[in-house]
Structures are given as structure tokens and as C-alpha cells.
């Protein structure tokens, strides 16, 4: 993959995600593409499809459901939307996941006051 194509991937514009910038991990599996790549926040988040350990609930590269054909790209956008629409039916915090469901200004209240405290600085473009 070229170095610009690496540096030119969306970033999360949305509230309450968009005060700070978060720091990934993607690791590729000597067995990629045959395998899923592993998906790790290092920047904590308060996110009801992310765990304390950063580790994603991200249906496209779970084992059962991933295709060899799928891009890095496309993962990435899988990931973007899960960020910006979180899947509450699919949680690996449930007590974020029924925040979200009942009282989503609460939630989205909390996870932008998290996100400032937790966050890194944007890039500036």
C-alpha cells in the first residue's frame, strides 16, 4: 500500500467522537487474507462495541463473516460506521450499550467528556 493512501483515511467527524482523535492497531495475521486483520483502540473510547482493552466488536472481520476478497479500506469504513453508529444489540459493554438505548444524551454527553479527557489532539488538516 502506497504511504499517501495510508495517511488519507477518514477520520471521525461526528459528536460525540469528534473532540479528540483516536490511535488504532491494525495487525495483519501471517495468514491475511485468509485470516481477519485484529483491530485494537489504543486510545481508550467509550463505546459500547469497544472494550476496556480496546478490542473491537466488528462483525466484518469476525471469523465467521470474513471474505479473503474484502479490502483494508472497506474495513476501515466498517469501522468509521460503528464508531458513528454504535451497534447496542452487539455490545462488549453492556452498560454502555443500555445507556445508549435508554438515555442516549446521557451517552452521548459521557462519551464526548470521555473523549476529551481520553482523546489525542486532531491532526490539523
Known amino acids: 500500500i502506497p504511504l499517501l493512501s495510508l495517511l488519507n483515511w477518514s477520520r471521525i467527524d461526528n459528536p460525540p467522537y469528534d473532540k479528540g482523535a483516536f490511535r488504532i492497531e491494525i ?46 479500506d472497506q474495513v476501515i469504513q466498517s469501522l468509521i460506521a460503528l464508531v458513528n453508529d454504535p451497534q447496542p444489540e452487539h455490545p462488549l459493554r453492556a452498560d454502555l450499550a443500555e445507556e445508549y438505548s435508554k438515555d442516549r444524551k446521557k451517552f452521548c454527553k459521557n462519551a464526548e467528556e470521555f473523549t476529551k479527557k481520553y482523546g489525542e489532539k486532531r491532526p490539523v488538516d
Do not use: R
Request: hydrophobic fraction near 30%.
Open 27 to 72: 495487525n495483519f495475521p501471517a495468514e491475511y487474507p485468509f485470516k481477519p486483520p485484529k483491530i485494537t483502540f489504543k486510545t481508550k473510547i467509550y463505546h459500547p462495541n469497544i472494550d476496556e482493552k480496546g478490542q473491537v466488536c466488528l462483525p466484518v472481520i469476525s471469523a465467521e463473516n470474513w471474505k479473503p476478497a474484502t479490502k483494508t
